[in-house]
């Protein structure tokens, strides 16, 4: 076969591999000429802030840095406040619901919203659903349960006296 009779597509996929080695070179020539530009070390560097953003600015050596005390660095979890589930204060709340024939029910803590579970073991006096009760919190297995639960009684208003008090006699 004479070169004129190749084929129409044999020519354009040959210039098509032309143009990509030309652009391949290029690209390649042009990757040694920046790299020869020069970069040097400080155009390479990195540095961090005082917040921990990478920056290209060196850090400021005259700038005072805030001192903290190795007292304040406190490491773990917050420690609870003694109130919450010591126990140690009595609490107010109401019997949401109570079964008698499983012996176990919920008070409705007034403070804090919580439903706290309650076993009859725990009754000093005898409760209905709605009674009004104290009682102390107790951290279990499961959650708070209560404890020492017994009818609530409102502190009596204290008694005005009418009449000062008699001196005593010498």
Do not use: C, W
Request: proline fraction near 5%.
């Amino acid at each position: 076969m004479a070169k004129g009779q190749e084929g129409f597509n044999k020519r354009e996929n040959e210039k098509k591999r032309q143009k990509k080695r030309q652009e391949k070179e290029g690209r390649r020539e042009e990757r040694q000429a920046n790299a020869k530009k020069g970069q040097n070390l400080e155009d390479m560097l990195a540095y961090v802030d005082e917040f921990g953003n990478i920056t290209s600015t060196p850090p400021d050596p005259n700038k005072k840095r805030e001192e903290i005390s190795l007292d304040d660095i406190q490491l773990g979890a917050r420690r609870r406040d003694d109130d919450d589930a010591s126990g140690s204060s009595a609490r107010v709340g109401i019997i949401t619901n109570f079964n008698t024939a499983k012996g176990y029910g919920f008070i409705k803590d007034q403070q804090s919203q919580d439903s706290i579970f309650v076993h009859v073991n725990e009754l000093v006096d005898k409760v209905r659903e709605g009674d009004k009760v104290t009682f102390e919190v107790m951290r279990g297995p499961k959650g708070l349960n209560a404890t020492g639960v017994r009818r609530y009684e409102a502190p009596a208003p204290p008694a005005a006296s009418a009449a000062p008090a008699a001196p005593a006699a010498e």
